[in-house]
């Protein structure tokens, strides 16, 4: 079976031939090749991202930018003074036919709870004439120039529909006469200027204070003619002395000086003790409470005369001088000129 074998002629002890194999030559390298594109951004674009990651560089490129050029556009439009001109005209023209409509306009005002005389002074502040725009009526400033009114106490003022404007006015009511160097005025009862009088007889209903600075405690006097109960129809009215305290004046010249301090409860004492002694009931010109622990009543001038009478001493008369004494100086004084 050998012998019949070709390919075991010659070849020694092994079977085929191995396959020969070519090996591929290498291709030749191409001079003319472009070189292939760095996927990598450059320098200059990594930091142009990293720029846009932050919040403020966005705002700034998507808002900031976009407004400056629209503001650079518009000053270079209203650079022109006719531009401008045209563009305020316009504008002023919407703006009147839109405030002059029939639903904006005031035709009529109403006031409530104000004399005659407030009433008056009232429509004369309206700073236009009716019928006009409620653009035109400033509400805020019209109340401050009502308050300043003094016998105005509150005003509330609104546009109602209709083209109403309505005004309800609360007046101060006066509660005592204030008597000083300039004349007489009516006060509330917070001492608050009302309105001034030419005699006391157009309101003789009131009680009268007196004296500078009297007005800056007027609660203080109304509550002291308050506590006047019982003697209040013999009361003609409060002083204040010195700016500091009262003197409560009655009739017949009597005179209490309350103090400083407590006027109320020293009143109320003096009360007490005409109560249980019926002490202004007899002849007593002044009493002195200014000092709480040592009340001094000062007598009138027929007490007085009738305690020096009875002590055999000559009476006095108003000036604090013996009357006899008083005759012979003014005789001897006659016979000297004589």
């Known amino acids: 079976m050998q012998g019949l074998n070709p390919f075991h002629r010659g070849h020694g002890d092994g079977g085929r031939p191995a396959p020969v194999r070519h090996v591929p030559a290498r291709p030749a390298p191409a001079l003319n090749r472009a070189p292939r594109r760095d996927p990598a951004p450059s320098r200059l674009a ?62 009529m005002m109403t006031i409530e709870g104000a004399s005659p005389v407030v009433d008056k002074g009232l429509r004369a502040m309206l700073p236009v004439d009716l019928p006009a725009s409620s653009f035109d009526i ?21 546009i109602k529909p209709g083209g109403v404007l309505s005004a309800v006015v609360t007046e101060r009511v006066p509660v005592v006469l204030w008597r000083h160097a300039r004349g007489i005025e009516l006060l509330d009862k917070t001492g608050h200027r009302v309105a001034s009088v030419t005699s006391r007889e157009v309101r003789g209903d009131l009680p009268i204070i007196a004296g500078e600075g ?44 309350l103090p400083e301090d407590k006027a109320l409860q020293a009143l109320e004492r003096a009360i ?3 109560r249980a002694q019926d002490m202004f009931e007899r002849d007593i010109a002044v009493i002195d409470l200014r000092q709480e622990a ?12 009738a305690i020096r009478r009875a002590r055999g001493q000559p009476e006095i008369g108003p000036d604090g001088k013996p009357v006899e004494a008083a005759g012979k100086s003014g005789g001897k004084s006659t016979k000297k000129s004589g």
Do not use: C
């Open 138 to 158: 400033d509400l805020e400033k019209l109340r401050e120039r009502v308050l300043k009114l003094d016998a105005v106490e509150a005003v509330d003022l609104r």
């Open 46 to 107: 990594y930091r142009l991202n990293r720029m846009m990651l932050r919040p403020l560089v966005r705002r700034l490129v998507h808002i900031g930018l976009p407004a400056f050029l629209a503001a650079m556009v518009a000053g270079l439009w209203l650079s022109d003074e006719t531009r401008r001109a045209n563009l305020t005209g316009g504008i002023n023209a919407i703006v009147d036919r839109i405030q002059h409509r029939e639903e904006f306009m005031v035709k």
């Open 294 to 305: 040592r009340p001094v009543v000062r007598l009138g001038l027929e007490a007085q005369n």
């Open 214 to 257: 009297a007005d800056l405690a007027a609660p203080e006097a109304l509550a002291l003619i308050d506590a006047a109960g019982p003697i209040l129809p013999r009361l003609r009215g409060l002083e204040r002395i010195g700016e500091r305290r009262w003197d409560l004046v009655l009739d017949r010249g009597q005179r209490i000086k």
């Open 272 to 274: 007490a003790l005409d």
